[in-house]
């Protein structure tokens, strides 16, 4: 194609692109629905549609594009994820007193269902799925109180959702509503939007595709797919890819049609996905016109990464940001410590806090800013009685709005125990050195940390590296590599992406392991996805070639 050609069709392209994103500025629809693949262009769609308005909101509820959106939309928008937005309504319909929140509550509340209902209750799953009030909510309610009055995340929406709808002329307007990852809400936030919608323009942007959280908080593909098909909602497409290089999104197709093939993806919103052609990425296509797959065994997967960095560095001869995912944590954890030993000085773990049990520190921390905590006492007591003097005290609170403060209720010694550990850590945060050694020792072992592990990790610190048989080079030791797990990754992106332990026991997560469900699919496509440049799969079995990779055209792929 001759010089001239070729800026031809880069125009047309772009006018194309833009085209689209001109359809959403036209129109005067007060719901929309933007269904966009990865990279196809919804940060500039979003400031374009805020651009020269006077009040506008964008909510998601992905904390990595939350930080994301606030920079590129400062000035633009008021920029929040779901629970802050809540966190902000509930302050003013209580005339701007302070929300506290405890994101541990709802595993507290189910660890006291056990014990005073003797029935176990999910009421993270209760909030999400917005169940009316019932007994168990009203033994939430009241247990709430009991504790100070705290909320968790999913509550704390639960509640927004609760004033907006008793009283209609709380909901806040606004010039414009922006709701991103829309494919990964809950019935419960989709109550809160559709709200914000009564009251506001509203659009709604998200891909069915890239859907993630349905196990981790009830969220599900049927809203957007169901806004989709709505004639409420005036809907549009954005069908180019300009983060990936070609053969990523040639890959990326190859997987969606397979899974159509194979009975997968069945209420799939159909739209297309497409490589955006300009001369940036035709000349990455060029340089990365494959999908790389290598084989080799786990404690190897390091080495690997550090060769292929290494080879990298002297091809492209620029700085480059590389981006590692793998399922799991503990896989991550060791590729981390082991990319630092190499002598990588720049290796981020990014990670997601799930849901857990709230510790001992947890306890703590909520005493020493209100020392008469109910919440802080029996976080605290649950960690240091055991099971059977627990129980029995927390007995003593079943009738929350008469029962006595609970640091009257506990017994004088873990009373005693906690005060020495609350001087400890006072201590501790200001930067005085504890009379007794004995109790930052008794301290530190209480809340699992121990001191041996990070006087040796403060030492090496400070030491020489230990030379290694193959050092990593000098003009790469700074580059940076951010780590994380698929879950964790939605926001992210690099220009090279390395998907550790890339086998179907890891990706294909159903009992027989050999079934391929949405979700499964879903989250390879987001991985796979993160990348500009080039995707390199990393293998861990050498037995089987994983599912995955044959679903991508053999032309497609390197071995390594």
Known sequence: MSTSARRSRYATMQKERQDHVDAVLASSAPRKIVVAGPGTGKTYLFQKILTGQQRTL?????????????????????????????????????????????????????????????????????????????????????????????????????????????????????????VDEFQ???ALEVSLIDLLGSRSPLLLAGDDDQALYAAFKGGSTQYIRERDLSPDYERFRLPYCSRCTRVIVDAANDLISRARQVGALKDRIDKPLRYFESREKD???????????????????????????????RQVRENFSVLVIAPYAKQLRAIVTALREKGFHNVHYVKREGIRKPTLLDGLTLLLEDSKSNLGWRVAAKALLSASDFQSVLSETAEPTTAKPLHKILPREPKAEVKALLKSLRDVRHNKRPADIEDINELLELVEVDPLALATKS??????????????????????????????????????????????????RNADNTTVSDDNICSFLVALTRAQRRVFLVSSDKTRTPTFLQWIKPTRVEQV
Not at 288 to 308: A, D, E, M
Not at 477 to 490: D, F, G, M
Request: hydrophobic letters at 40%.
């Open 184 to 186: 990964d809400f809950n």
């Open 58 to 178: 964008t909510l998601t509820f992905v904390n990595a594009l939350v930080d994301d959106l606030a920079l590129k939309f400062s000035g633009l928008s008021e920029v929040k994820t779901l629970h802050a937005f809540a966190r902000q309504q509930l302050q003013k319909a209580r005339g701007g007193e302070d929300v506290k929140v405890f994101p541990h509550l709802p595993t507290v509340m189910s660890e006291d269902a056990g014990v005073l209902l003797s029935r176990h209750v999910d009421f993270e799953a209760m909030f999400h799925d917005k169940v009316a009030l019932n007994e168990s909510l009203e033994f939430y309610r009241d247990r709430r109180k009991y504790y100070g009055g705290h909320y968790g995340f999913s509550d704390m929406v639960y509640a927004a959702v609760m004033v907006f709808e008793r009283n209609r002329d709380s909901i806040p307007e606004y010039s414009q509503v922006l």
């Open 283 to 313: 000349e990455d296509s060029a340089r990365n016109p494959s999908v790389l797959h290598g084989s080799c065994y786990p404690n190897q997967i390091p080495w690997f990464i550090q060769t292929q960095i290494e080879m990298l560095a």
């Open 459 to 508: 030492l090496r610190n400070r030491l020489p590296p230990v030379r290694q048989k193959r050092p990593v080079d000098h003009g790469i030791r700074k580059i940076p590599i951010r780590a994380t797990t698929i879950l964790s990754s939605k926001g992210l992106q690099a220009d090279y992406v390395f998907i550790a332990h890339f086998d179907d026991r890891y990706f294909i």
